[in-house]
């Protein structure tokens, strides 16, 4: 495979922290593209299916041995041919709905959530090594009431700000050099300047220079996906249940002050 298709730009973080934003930032660079996000086949079906082929073809060169006959006789792959399928079928597969690879050679994925889920993430990081990670962070109570007032009213706060403490943890965690980090919300009070110096830094972590593309959809700071007008959006939290939830999520508190967010 070639350099670019063995380094996968993944960005990912909460839901209604920005992603969508940023997968369209950098799809508009004329070589790259950021696919859609996780489809209802998970990453755990996927990775098992992978699991299976390695152990199978494990057990075909065992039995083939046994066998000792002129031409195998069970059909098979050794581990690094299962790993090289398996991540041809993941590329091809997710990145069927978009431009061919060859068109824009820089693929990726927006993956919500997939920095929260720790092992799944080195799952991936061990099959693309090389991949560069642009994690979107926003303020996590904007976020909860957002997705609370848009697509799950029900939503279980103290799960999120769990799985908001483990994306920041994941950040912690990451090679530097393979990381960036998104505040959109911080971003979008600076000036232009300021803006298109945080995005230019995205782009020199993915490995590519900013293009007449990228640098007008700054100037213009398009909003995107923006799924009910804010004079319809009726939930807010109180001071008292924002003080609750740090108290009742370890690492709330912590990670918020790292991330630059008051909460009281």
């Given at each position: 495979?070639?350099?670019?298709?063995?380094?996968?730009?993944?960005?990912?973080?909460?839901?209604?922290?920005?992603?969508?934003?940023?997968?369209?930032?950098?799809?508009?660079?004329?070589?790259?593209?950021?696919?859609?996000?996780?489809?209802?086949?998970?990453?755990?079906?996927?990775?098992?299916?992978?699991?299976?082929?390695?152990?199978?073809?494990?057990?075909?060169?065992?039995?083939?041995?046994?066998?000792?006959?002129?031409?195998?006789?069970?059909?098979?792959?050794?581990?690094?041919?299962?790993?090289?399928?398996?991540?041809?079928?993941?590329?091809?597969?997710?990145?069927?709905?978009?431009?061919?690879?060859?068109?824009?050679?820089?693929?990726?994925?927006?993956?919500?959530?997939?920095?929260?889920?720790?092992?799944?993430?080195?799952?991936?990081?061990?099959?693309?090594?090389?991949?560069?990670?642009?994690?979107?962070?926003?303020?996590?109570?904007?976020?909860?009431?957002?997705?609370k007032n848009t697509f799950a009213p029900e939503l279980d706060v103290r799960q999120f700000a769990a799985s908001w403490v483990a994306t920041c943890r994941f950040i912690e965690a990451c090679d530097r050099g393979r990381?960036?980090?998104?505040?959109?919300?911080?971003?979008?009070?600076?000036?232009?300047?300021?803006?298109?110096?945080?995005?230019?830094?995205?782009?020199?972590?993915?490995?590519?220079?900013?293009?007449?593309?990228?640098?007008?959809?700054?100037?213009?700071?398009?909003?995107?996906?923006?799924?009910?007008?804010?004079?319809?959006?009726?939930?807010?939290?109180?001071?008292?249940?924002?003080?609750?939830?740090?108290?009742?999520?370890?690492?709330?508190?912590?990670?918020?002050?790292?991330?630059?967010?008051?909460?009281?």
């Amino acid at each position: 495979m070639s350099q670019d298709l063995e380094m996968p730009i993944v960005v990912t973080g909460m839901a209604r922290s920005g992603t969508t934003w940023v997968q369209w930032f950098l799809s508009e660079h004329p070589r790259i593209h950021i696919h859609g996000q996780e489809p209802k086949l998970h990453w755990a079906d996927l990775w098992h299916w992978y699991q299976k082929l390695v152990e199978h073809g494990r057990w075909a060169v065992r039995a083939n041995r046994l066998q000792g006959y002129g031409v195998p006789h069970y059909a098979g792959s050794g581990p690094h041919r299962c790993r090289e399928i398996f991540k041809r079928l993941v590329r091809e597969y997710m990145t069927g709905l978009g431009p061919p690879v060859e068109a824009k050679p820089r693929w990726g994925l927006k993956w919500i959530g997939l920095a929260a889920r720790g092992e799944a993430a080195w799952q991936f990081a061990s099959l693309w090594p090389e991949a560069r990670w642009v994690v979107c962070v926003r303020e996590p109570f904007a976020a909860m009431a957002s997705l609370k007032n848009t697509f799950a009213p029900e939503l279980d706060v103290r799960q999120f700000a769990a799985s908001w403490v483990a994306t920041c943890r994941f950040i912690e965690a990451c090679d530097r050099g393979r990381l960036a980090v998104v505040q959109l919300d911080k971003l979008a009070g600076e000036g232009q300047a300021g803006r298109k110096a945080g995005l230019d830094e995205v782009l020199e972590c993915v490995g590519e220079e900013p293009s007449e593309e990228t640098d007008e959809f700054i100037r213009q700071w398009p909003v995107v996906h923006k799924v009910k007008p804010d004079e319809e959006r009726s939930f807010r939290f109180t001071g008292e249940e924002k003080q609750r939830l740090v108290a009742e999520v370890p690492g709330l508190a912590e990670q918020m002050e790292k991330m630059g967010h008051g909460w009281e």
